[in-house]
């Protein structure tokens, strides 16, 4: 079936580092998403990529779709201690179809 | 719009026991999902619905699983019969139609322990 592989599967970083994580398929998608989960709490959705090529920044956040339609990447950066948690990439195609998720660990 | 919301938040039961779950997406919000997740794992997916329909079941939806939407607003599911291995966060999701957007919002989960 449809997956994406997501990477890396963790992160130590020191506060004030910038961070890169990226998400690959082998299918095409039209729509890309990157969400971030808190511990016990429901992903939420941070930056949402709709065209081939596109970068799209959310305060420290930038995220851009491949021009293949086939991957995408999430750049934070200064890193800050709240940005601890499990960052997702999903792709929608009919049901949201997610990544295995990047753990980041923030030290301050 | 307070986004969507789940109830209960936290929910405790014996095995063999039924429980059932609510989800009230938000409103205008046609596309209802409902996922399950465990410790260190991204969101499995289990059904999804456009207004009342049923559109899609996992595999990983046993005979003890069952989810309705009978208005096309909120959607429940129930689990008889739990087993320990039914221990998982469910979350459920909805987005708008298709020619408003494709970004789906999760409400914060309900966290089922089978003991």
Redesign the interface.
Known sequence: GQQLNQSPQSMFIQEGEDVSMNCTSSSIF??W?W?KQDP??????LI?LYKAGELTSNGRLTAQFGITRKDSFLNISASIPSDVGIY?C?C?G????????TELSVKP | DTGVSQDPRHKITKRGQNVTFRCDPISEHNRLYWYRQTLGQGPEFLTYFQNEAQLEKSRLLSDRFSAERPKGSFSTLEIQRTEQGDSAMYLCASSPPRDRGTEAFFGQGTRLTVV
């Open positions: 039209n729509t998403l969400y016990g709490e429901g992903p939420v959705l949402a997702f999903a929608p009919g049901k949201l179809i997610f990544g295995q998720g």
